[in-house]
């Protein structure tokens, strides 16, 4: 059965330093997707990073970059130099390519709070 | 991006009444989503449609319902709400094999 696994409850940091959320993943498929959401207290889930099971590049965006590896079947997200802003509870999804449209499965998430 | 409403924000209401929480998205994408979430818990799955007249239950149980009339339009509607129900829903939609579900703000509700 297919599973995300976000071991890290609760991470707290202060300003600029580096943090790195954790994600494990179960899949029997070969082909799947894989992806980070944000939700600010505001409530709403912002979409950060699609990722696909052919594409084992990391990803640099900005502040944020993601290292994906199928051969620990881990998907992780650092955060370097955080913000404040970045306080936030973040979701690492899966969905498998063979039923598009379906839900995506989500790990229990990680709550960052990041102090000045 | 996806413009994906959602109406109310919040609801208070008490056990026995009707509700019907709105979803509405501009971007025509053709798959829309309804996910439950507690208080810091992961989402859950309750509804989805692949189009219009498409509806599938999700993992999750759930007492309510859902039509799909209108390929922008998503409604979820409990027929006599318990406090059981009182949870956090959030609409997505996505469009054709894009995966990535865009999400509206959600709606708090709670029963009293």
Redesign the interface.
């Known amino acids: 059965a297919q599973k995300v696994t976000q071991a890290q409850t609760e991470i707290s940091v202060v300003e600029k330093e580096d943090v790195t959320l954790d994600c494990v993943y179960e899949t029997r498929d070969t082909t799947y997707y894989l992806f980070w959401y944000k939700q600010p207290p505001s409530g709403e889930l912002v979409f950060l990073i699609r990722r696909n099971s052919f594409d084992e590049q990391n990803e640099i965006s900005g502040r944020y970059s993601w290292n994906f590896q199928k051969s620990t079947s881990s998907f992780n997200f650092t955060i370097t130099a955080s913000q404040v802003v970045d306080s936030a509870v973040y979701f690492c999804a899966l969905s498998e390519f063979n039923q598009a449209g379906t839900a995506l499965i989500f790990g229990k998430g990680t709550t960052l709070s990041v102090s000045s | 991006e996806a413009d994906i409403y959602q109406t109310p924000r919040y609801l208070v209401i008490g056990t026995g009444k009707k509700i019907t929480l709105e979803c509405s998205q501009t971007m025509g994408h053709?798959?829309m989503?309804w996910?439950q979430q507690d208080p810091?818990?992961?989402?859950h799955?309750i509804h989805?449609s692949?189009g219009v007249n498409s509806t599938e239950k999700?993992?999750l149980s759930s007492e309510s319902t859902v039509s799909r009339i209108r390929t922008e339009h998503f409604p979820l509607t409990l027929e006599s709400a318990r406090p059981s129900h009182t949870s956090?829903y959030?609409c997505?939609s996505?469009q054709?094999?894009s995966?990535?579900?865009?999400?509206?703000?959600?709606t708090?509700l709670t029963v009293t």
Do not use: V
């Open positions: 053709d798959k989503y996910y810091g818990m992961e989402l799955l989805y692949y999700g993992d956090q959030l997505a996505s054709g094999h995966y990535e579900q865009y999400f509206g703000p959600g708090r």
